[in-house]
């Protein structure tokens, strides 16, 4: 176990039915029809967490992607002002809507992806200006795009009543016996150093098949 593997998310690591769609590993996830769905790991753990009912907890979390930070670099570059609009709680999140619609397609032609608006904006309110110049500027070293290593989740957890923000963790899903790369494990490291929770959530194989769907 390296020393990433200790994150507790409160949902369960086991899974299912694997299974391969085109070159990614699938694992059986039960929707609200009762009929089995593959889905990635990724996706396991982002609707786990998010299904999670923990007392007052109140959980979201988006999937993030290897253009991640150069993304946001774009977007800081044409929108200096968007902190302002990140910190103003009555009109703020509808300018940011619109900014970050605004830059979808700019995004798009550079092959560069953010997460949907409210994630974006929560993201980056809540790491403030210091680290995400630091994250973007590591992002912009010369190659770091080819082994970019950033987690593939970023979790939210809140008081369900008040709405205040407990805890933010970025996460890196591994299916059992899957190493960590070397340039993940920098990654993480390097988030780590920056004060925040980053670590690797694996998961566990308890069957191989699909489970049958109850009847109608």
């Known amino acids: 176990m390296s020393e990433f593997e200790d994150l507790k998310l ?14 990614r590993v699938t694992y059986q996830l039960r929707n609200d029809s009762d009929i089995d769905q593959p889905v990635i790991p990724e996706e396991v753990v982002l609707k786990r967490f998010r299904m999670k009912a923990s007392g007052m907890s109140l959980c979201r979390g988006t999937r993030l992607f290897p253009s991640l ?24 999140p509808r300018r940011m ?25 929560r993201l980056l309110y809540t790491l403030g200006p210091d680290r995400v110049h630091a994250l973007v500027t590591r992002h912009r070293e010369p190659g770091r795009a080819a082994t970019p290593g ?17 805890r933010m963790l970025f996460v890196e899903v591994k299916r059992p016996g899957e190493r960590l790369a070397p340039h993940q494990a920098e990654e993480l ?7 925040l929770t980053a ?12 489970r049958e769907a109850r009847a109608a």
């Open 199 to 210: 670590g690797v959530f694996r998961l566990r194989e308890v069957g191989t098949g699909k």
């Open 189 to 195: 490291r390097f988030m780590r150093s920056l004060g």
């Open 10 to 23: 409160g949902i369960s690591p086991e899974v299912r039915g694997r299974d391969r769609q085109g070159t």
């Open 97 to 121: 809507r619109k900014m970050l619609n605004g830059i979808k397609v700019p995004l798009a032609e550079e092959d560069l992806t953010l997460p949907e608006a409210e994630m974006t904006g």
């Open 150 to 166: 950033i987690p593939d989740l970023c979790l939210f957890e809140f008081n369900r009543l008040s709405g205040v923000q407990r």
């Open 69 to 92: 930070w150069r993304a946001v670099d774009m977007l800081l570059t044409q929108h200096q002002d968007f902190y302002a609009y990140a910190f103003d709680t009555k009109t703020g």
